[in-house]
C-alpha cells in the first residue's frame, strides 16, 4: 500500500528515485539544510527505500524554500523541489501540516479573499497575533509609518467575486489543504 | 516605442516605495511603456502554491490571460522576482504540460494561450538597444562605488523556466552596473536564496539565510547591495539589525537596480523616496558621485 502511493507520488512529481545515486550534492547547496530533520539527499533515500512515512513527517517539506539550488546542480537532474511540493500536498491531505506553515497560508489565503491582493503587514501583523509571536518584525513599524509605506488597505481589484470564484474552484482539484 | 503589460506586485504598492518611483522614472526616461494589467490580483507567491498545484498556477495565470486578452501584442513585464517565478511558471506549464493548461484554464475560467514572453527587468535592461539607452541617459557617474550584485534565486532558476543563461554566476546586472561608473564586485552569493518566503513561518530557522549574504558581500569589499526584488530587497535590510548585533559587522545599503539607475541618470535622493529606506542609503551613493575618476 505504502509502497504504491510513494510511486504514485513519485509518478506526479515526475521523478525516478533510482536517478539519484546520493551524491549529497543538493544536501551541500542547499540553504535550509541546517534546520531539516531529513536533508536533501536524505528525501530521495527514503523514497528508495520505501520510507515515505519519513518524508511525509519531516520538517524538511515545510522549510524548503523552493530555491531549485539543488535540481540546479544535481548531475542526475532530479527534480528534488518537485518531490518535496507533492510530499507536502499529501501530507497536508493527512493533517500533518505544520503548524506555523499552516496559519500563514489560512492568514494569505483569507488575505486573497478579501483584497485579492497580498498585504505584507496584515499578513505579518495577524500571522503573529495568531502564533502569540506579537513582536515578530514589528520593530520596523515605525520607520514605515513615518515613511508611508503602508497603505491601510490594497488597491482592491474589482472583480473581488471572481477571485472568491477562483479560489472556490482550485479547491476542487486534488490538493488543497 | 518598446510597451509592456506591466504586472507592478504587491511589494510595490506598499514597501517598495523607492523602487516603485525609481522604475517609473527610468522607464520615463528609457521611452518603455508600461501598460499596468487592469484588475491584476496576487500572484499567489509563496503561500498559494504550498496550498495548492491549482491555485498557485491559477492566481498568476489569471492576471497573465487579462494582460493577454486586453494587449494581446503586449509581453508582460515585472519587477519582483516572486512575481516574476510565478508569472513565468505558469506561462511555461501553460505551454507544456497539457493537463497544466487544462487545470489553469478550468479554475481561471478564461481561456489563456500563453502567446506572450513574461520578462524580468534584468532581461529587458539587458537588450541591446535598451542598454545602448542606458549607457547615454547616464548623466552622472557614481564612480567607483563598489557594488555587490544581488539575483536572487528566482530571477534565474530554474533553469528551464527562466532560461536564465548562467546560473552559478549570472553577469547580466553586473554589466548594467557598470555602465553607470559603478564598480560590481566578485562574489560568492549572487544567486543564493535570501530565505524571504520564511521569514514568518520559519523566522529563526530562515535568519541565517540573509547574514550569509550580507556577510559574503562586505567580505568582498561591497559598500553596497544591488536587488532586482523588492521582497530580496526589503529582507536583505530587515535583517540587518540582528546581523550587526551577531557579527559585529557594520549595517550595509542595500537598494534596487532602478534606484541605482535612476539615480545615475539625474534623479534627486526625494525624487525617489531614498530616505524610506530602512538601511541609510543616500550617503553611500552621494559620496560616488562626488568621487572623481582616479
Ligand atoms: S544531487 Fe542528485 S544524485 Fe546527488 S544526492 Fe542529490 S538528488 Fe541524488
Ligand atoms: S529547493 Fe528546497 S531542498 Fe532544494 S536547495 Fe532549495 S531549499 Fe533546499
Known amino acids: 500500500m505504502e509502497n504504491e502511493r510513494l510511486n504514485q507520488l513519485m509518478e506526479r512529481a515526475g521523478v525516478r528515485q533510482y536517478d539519484c545515486y546520493q551524491c549529497g550534492k543538493c544536501s551541500g547547496g542547499c540553504p535550509m539544510a541546517h534546520v531539516m530533520d531529513l536533508k536533501p539527499r536524505g528525501v530521495m533515500r527514503c523514497a528508495q527505500i520505501g520510507s515515505l512515512r519519513r518524508i511525509l513527517e519531516s520538517n524538511t517539506i515545510w522549510l524548503c524554500t523552493g530555491c531549485h539550488t539543488c535540481a540546479e546542480r544535481c548531475p542526475h537532474d532530479v527534480d528534488i523541489p518537485a518531490v518535496i511540493e507533492e510530499m507536502r500536498y499529501e501530507a497536508a491531505a493527512e493533517g500533518l501540516t505544520r503548524r506555523d506553515s499552516k496559519v500563514l497560508n489560512e492568514v494569505f489565503l483569507a488575505n486573497i479573499r478579501m483584497f485579492g491582493k497580498n498585504h505584507e503587514m496584515l499578513l505579518a501583523g495577524l500571522y503573529n497575533m495568531l502564533t502569540l509571536k506579537p513582536l515578530q518584525d514589528m520593530a520596523s513599524l515605525p520607520h514605515m509609518y513615518k515613511n508611508k509605506l503602508l497603505k491601510l488597505l490594497p488597491k482592491e481589484p474589482k472583480n473581488l467575486t471572481e477571485i472568491e470564484a477562483l479560489v472556490k474552484r482550485a479547491e476542487k482539484w486534488r490538493g488543497l489543504k | ?294
Not at chain 2, 11 to 18: D, I, R, V, W
Not at chain 2, 107 to 136: C, H, K, Q, W
Not at chain 2, 265 to 291: C, F, N, Q
Open chain 2, 1 to 294: 516605442m518598446r510597451k509592456y503589460s506591466y504586472f507592478p506586485g504587491c511589494s510595490m504598492e506598499s514597501t517598495a516605495k523607492p523602487y516603485r518611483l525609481a522604475t517609473e522614472y527610468v522607464m520615463g526616461k528609457l521611452g518603455i511603456g508600461l501598460v499596468e494589467i487592469e484588475d491584476w490580483n496576487c500572484c499567489g507567491a509563496t503561500s498559494g502554491h504550498t496550498l495548492s498545484e491549482a491555485l498557485g498556477l491559477a492566481l498568476p495565470a489569471r492576471s497573465l490571460a487579462l494582460a493577454e486578452k486586453r494587449n494581446p501584442e503586449l509581453d508582460i513585464l515585472t519587477g519582483c522576482a516572486s512575481c516574476y517565478a510565478r508569472l513565468r511558471l505558469a506561462m511555461y506549464k501553460a505551454r507544456t504540460d497539457e493537463r497544466a493548461k487544462y487545470i489553469i484554464e478550468k479554475t481561471i475560467d478564461m481561456p489563456y494561450a500563453a502567446a506572450r514572453e513574461v520578462y524580468n527587468f534584468l532581461d529587458v535592461f539587458s537588450l541591446p538597444d535598451v542598454r545602448e539607452g542606458i549607457a547615454e541617459r547616464v548623466v552622472r557617474k557614481l564612480t567607483g562605488l563598489k557594488a555587490a550584485c544581488y539575483y536572487g534565486c528566482l530571477n534565474v532558476r530554474p533553469a528551464e523556466v527562466t532560461g536564465a543563461p548562467d546560473r552559478e554566476n549570472p553577469t547580466s546586472m553586473d554589466e548594467i552596473v557598470a555602465l553607470t561608473g559603478a564598480e560590481p564586485v566578485d562574489w560568492a552569493f549572487k544567486a543564493e536564496c535570501c530565505g524571504a518566503a520564511h521569514q514568518n513561518d520559519a523566522a529563526s530557522a530562515s535568519r541565517a539565510l540573509p547574514h550569509r549574504i550580507l556577510r559574503d558581500a562586505q567580505s568582498n569589499g561591497a559598500e553596497a547591495i544591488v536587488t532586482a526584488c523588492p521582497m530580496c530587497n526589503l529582507n536583505l535590510e530587515m535583517r540587518q539589525d540582528g546581523y550587526v548585533n551577531r557579527t559585529g559587522m557594520d549595517r550595509i545599503p542595500v537598494f534596487s537596480l532602478s534606484e541605482l539607475l535612476a539615480v545615475a541618470m539625474g534623479a534627486s535622493a526625494k525624487r525617489i523616496a531614498l530616505e524610506a529606506h530602512y538601511v541609510p542609503s543616500a550617503a553611500v551613493l552621494a559620496r560616488a558621485l562626488r568621487r572623481k575618476d582616479a
